[in-house]
């Protein structure tokens, strides 16, 4: 149903009759084409000023990630030694297949990387069962507010971002992988200029 505004239309029509009266309605009318026109302007300024998704070479910018299986955490703690970041969501099943590949990845003896996980679940209790389920060891941060889902890009999952010792991004895979198989060990060499 029409939710009626708060001025009834006989007190609407005595408004527009004062607008009119005053000669403000033509002003009124260039203003608001004015707005129209300007109105793709504004919104790419709006757009300029919100968080855009971080590029490859890029600097991932600080964020504070609470903590799924551990403690909250801040993004720049991770710097100093390249870091593996996976998207993920408990209802994403390439995600729940790549989840075991990550967690060998991380045990190998050659490791010299950290890898952390970021739920984009909407309900933390989901993501935290599914790593109970899975005897996950590695860190797993919920992400809050989309923040970290918008800043790495993730349009879709599952996304794995390699970030190198400075914080820069080095590459980004989306799509499920067997991240401990030959092709992805070489892709995180050739990201990590490591040697295995």
Known sequence: MHKESKLNRPDRQ?????????????????????????CPAVLQTVQAGSVRDVQVGQTLPDSTMRGLNGPARNLAEFRGRPLIINVWASWCGPCRDEMASLERLAWRDDADYNIIGISTDDYPDRARAFLQSSNATISHFIDFQLQLERILGASRL???VLV???????????????????QALELISEAFVLRH
């Open 164 to 182: 190198d010792a400075d914080g820069r991004v080095k590459a980004k895979v989306y799509g499920a992988k067997q991240w401990d198989g030959a």
């Open 158 to 160: 599952p996304l794995t």
């Open 14 to 38: 005595a408004a527009r009759k004062r607008l009119v009266g005053a000669g403000l309605l033509p002003q009124l009318r260039s203003v608001m084409v004015v707005l129209v026109l300007c």
